[in-house]
Structure formats: C-alpha cells, structure tokens
C-alpha cells in the first residue's frame, strides 16, 4: 500500500517545521509517527441507526435537544448536506466500510457482506492502527479487518443484549446504548498505547421497535411533539410509490410499535399476531377515563407516541455520546482524536406522513455529520458542500495519511474539514434503492440529486419525479412533466446516465435481488465458535 505524505493531511506551519526537522534524521512519511509532534490521528466513528439529522438539536432544535451530540458541531464541522445513497441500513454500512455503491460492494439490500474484499478497516489496520467495531454490525459475515469486534447478531435487541465477538457469544444485562458505550469505553482503556486508534461505535439505538430505557422513556412520556408540515401530505403530483407505500405513521404502525399491551389471555402465536396488527381505534385512559380514539384523533396519539419512543432512544444516545466524550477529555485524547457522529442514513419522523426511509426523499437520505478535529477543523464550521456515505472510507484514509485507493467511488473529505474547498467537487451524486419487494412496499427506484434539483425514476413501472429543491425544499411539487421542464429534464438526465456509468452501475441487481442475509447466522458456517442465530423480529 502507498503511503500519503503525512503533511497533505493539513499545510499547518507548526506540522511542516516538526516535519521538515524530522525528515533530516530518518523519519519518513506515513510511518507511525510516536514522537512526531502531531502523531496520526486517532478515528472515533460513533453511528446510530436511523437517526434523522432533524432530531439533533444542532441542525434543527424544533423537535428535541441533544447538548452532547451539538458539543461536536459547536467545536467541528457539521455537514448539511451529506447523503446514503442507498438508504438502508445494511447496505449503508457496506458503502461506508469499502467506499463503494452498491452494486460495487455485492451489498444492494439486506444480503451478506463478502468480508474478503478490501475495506478501510483492513487498510487502516495494515497501517498500523489498532482497529475495533463494537455494536450494530448488521453485515451478516463475520467482521474483517479489526483488532476486536463484539456486534450484536442482526439488529440485536435493546434490553439485555447478546454480542457476538472472536471468544464466542455473551450476553450483557443492561440497556444497548449504555452497553455499547461501556463496551467502546474498555475498547479505549485496553489498546496499545503505541498505536493510533480506529474504533466504530455503531449504536442500534433509535432503530424500530424504539425501545427506550425507564429514565428516557419518562422524560418524554407526556410531551407533546410539533407535527411536521408534511404530516398530512396528500401525496398530489407524485408517482404512485408514496400512496402505495406502506410506511405510514397513520396506517402502518403496528399495536407492536404503538407499545400497547395485549389482553393477558392471549400467549404465544395468538399474542404475536394481536401486536402485529395495525390498528384503527385504540383505547387509551384519559385522566382515569377510559376512551376510543378513532380517525383523526388516534392519528394525532399515533404520531406522538412514535415519536416519544423515537426522541427518548435519541436522548439516551446522547448522553452516552456525552459519556464518551468525557473520557476522552479525562484521558488526555481530545486534541487527537477525530470524532465523528453519523447515522446509517436519515429517517421520516412523520414527514410526508411517514416513518421508516428507503425513499429518496432528504429526511431519509440525509445523515447527520459532525465532526470534531482540534487543531485541523474550526470550530463551530459549517459545510454545505455535496457529501456521501462512500466518502467515509477515503477520508479516514487521508486522515491517516494514507493514499485513497483508486477503486474507491466515494472523495475524502479532508480538503472540505480543513476549510478548502476544491474546484471541482461533485455537483451532484447518484442514488439507487433496490429492496421492492421488499419491507413497506416501497418501490425500487434510482435518481440524481445535485445542489437545486432532485430526479428519480422509479425504474420497474417507469415513473419519474423531478423537485426544484431551492423553491420546493419539501418536496411536495413533482414538477415532472410540466412542459417548462423539459430542456432541465434532459440535462439532467443525461447527468443520471453518466453517473451512472462512470460508477459502473450495469443493472448488476436491477431485476434480481440476492438473498436475505443478514438477520440470521451471523458468521460463515464453520468459521468460528461465534456462530449463533438471534432472529429479529
Ligand atoms: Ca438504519
């Protein structure tokens, strides 16, 4: 592997000195740089699962408060507009692992990651770093290219969680967040003190079925939260996927997610079936009185109750982001450590009428990013540049110092950190989702977003949308088909297919889709003593 030279990571002054005083005596680029007056940095990559930007207070404060996950913004950079460009979770995670689509990466929906190809965590751990991945791992193989690993199978649960890891499979009393943190915590208190660090710290946390633990589940029981303005969409000018779709808060949510209590005689098979209906009257107590609510108004309780489970799992991965940020300053690792704060893509807190993602609209593709870099990234920083999840791998390699590797699709983002934009970054990126039929009967679909306009197509019964982002930023007014779009129809059409080329999108998994597997065994068969099956629901 090539090395970088050390001092592209950032022309500071005081770096260039330490450098050009180095290089007399032997030191030489990219070599692990003990001694040198800005060692290679340290990668704390903390990623929540389905956690929308808008539930951040630093992008938006309207719905909830998150002091720890905004300490981050307040001392880096926050991206406005970094993007998944397949918005799920597994494949989410397949891109940020290779740098690479989809269809590159064999991960198109919620099949098995081939760990044999390359991945940054390989990369960075070949270069000396001590590599970890605690958490969601979701990938269905077993984890490559780290040090130590404890993942939950599949999605794991959020009470008592079972890990996987090299020794075999334990289970930790406790709420998942916290145990997440605890475990990423040790990760920290054992590693070599002579190598930098690269830890994942992948929270389940505020996935489906939104579990909160007891003190968050309190502090969010009586809130009332603001319904978004799209929450009564009534989906005129679109294609017919968002009608047909079946991720709607008022629709969709099962007596399962609505957390209500089924009747004490039902057991087994019987009591499955009642949690997984989606109900149309519920009976709540209202000040010790029994009532039915039905239509509009049990719509209302829907999205509150949604959203208090949602906001409450959110509020416990805040302060245990908190809690790790803590024990960096303690331990004298805050100058450098980069601290990154991402999801696997966003989520629709009732925008549109929806929960879930998968559709290319921005409340489920956009991804909170945040990072903290003392001394490379200024404080309180804003980024509104063009960013995707493909472009995770190539910056931890810059951060390292490290060449990016030439099959990798996704740019670093470094130049953006330091504060450099370069000339030609991307206008507009591609983004493909294939899982139909699939979960929610969301229709498979692939599009172009660039700064001012969103396409899509959806691809198997030929629809199209198109959105003027700058004056429709909602994306409630499909403007496709009108005849004043015509010629911006063309040009950016002819974008898409370009795009879609350059990334050798061929239709690899446009009619087929690999099999399922990621929820069950969590290991190659026969490869180790870890194997174990925990099947979510
Ligand atoms: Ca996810």
Redesign the pocket.
């Known amino acids: 592997m090539r090395h970088r030279c050390f001092f592209r990571i950032g022309l500071r002054p005081a770096i260039l000195l330490a450098v050009a005083a180095l290089v007399p005596l032997g030191w030489l680029p990219g070599a692990p740089a003990a001694g040198v007056a800005r060692p290679r940095p340290n990668i704390l990559f903390i990623m929540a699962?389905?956690h929308a930007a808008h539930a951040i207070s630093a992008y938006d404060g309207a719905i909830n408060q998150t002091p720890h996950l905004d300490r981050l913004a307040k001392d880096g950079m926050r991206f406005t507009r970094c993007f998944a460009v397949n918005s799920?979770?597994t494949p989410?995670r397949a891109t940020i692992l290779t740098g690479k689509y989809s269809h590159v990466n064999g991960v198109p929906v919620f099949n098995r990651f081939d760990g044999s190809q390359p991945t940054v965590a390989k990369h960075l751990q070949a270069a000396g770093y001590h590599t970890g991945m605690i958490g969601k791992w979701h990938l269905g193989s077993e984890p490559t290219g780290f040090d130590e690993w404890s993942i939950l199978p599949g999605q794991g649960v959020y009470f008592d969680p079972a890990f996987l890891e090299r020794a075999g499979r334990r289970v930790i009393p406790g709420y998942v967040t916290d145990v997440i943190t605890d475990l990423a915590i040790q990760f920290l208190e054992r590693r070599p003190a002579d190598q930098p660090f690269f830890l994942m710290c992948h929270h389940k946390a505020p996935?489906r079925s939104w579990e909160p633990d007891a003190k968050h589940k309190a502090m969010f029981a009586a809130r009332t939260i603001p319904e978004p303005s799209t929450l009564y969409d009534d989906y005129a000018t679109r294609a017919d996927a968002i009608r047909e779709c079946q991720q709607k808060v008022f629709t969709d949510l099962t007596r399962r997610d609505l957390k209500l209590t089924p009747p004490a005689s039902l057991t087994g098979a019987e009591r499955n079936k009642w949690l997984q209906v989606k109900p149309t009257e519920v009976e709540v107590e209202v000040n010790g009185v029994n009532k039915v609510l039905a239509g509009d108004e049990l719509n209302r309780w829907k999205y509150q109750r949604y959203m208090q489970d949602y906001l409450a799992c959110v509020q416990s991965i805040d302060d245990n982001v908190g809690r790790l940020l803590d024990w960096l300053d303690q331990h004298g690792l805050r100058e450098n450590t980069v601290v990154i704060y991402t999801s696997?893509?966003g989520f629709f807190l009732g925008d549109h009428g929806l929960y879930d993602?998968r559709f290319m609209y921005e409340e489920s593709i956009r991804m909170p990013f945040l990072v903290r870099w003392p001394g490379m990234i200024k404080a309180r920083s804003l980024n509104k540049d063009l960013a995707i999840n493909a472009d995770f791998a190539p910056t931890f390699m810059e951060m390292a110092g490290l060449a990016v590797p030439a099959d990798m699709q996704g740019r670093s983002l470094v130049p953006l950190l330091e504060g450099r934009r370069p000339s030609k970054w991307r206008t507009g990126f591609y983004y493909r989702y294939y899982h139909d039929p699939g979960d929610h009967n969301t229709r498979a679909h692939y599009g172009l977003r660039t700064d001012t306009h969103k396409l899509i197509h959806f691809w198997k019964q030929d629809q199209w949308e198109l959105y003027d982002l700058r004056r429709d930023p909602r994306e409630l007014r499909n403007l496709y088909g009108d005849p004043g779009q015509k010629k911006l129809v063309a040009r950016l059409k002819a974008e898409l297919y370009r795009l879609k080329q350059e990334l050798k999108d061929e239709d690899q998994f446009a009619d087929e889709q690999p099999p399922a597997g990621v929820d069950g065994q969590t290991v190659q068969p026969g490869q180790s003593a870890t194997r174990s099956a925990i099947a979510p629901r």
């Open positions: 699962d389905d799920i979770c989410s996935h696997d893509q993602k």
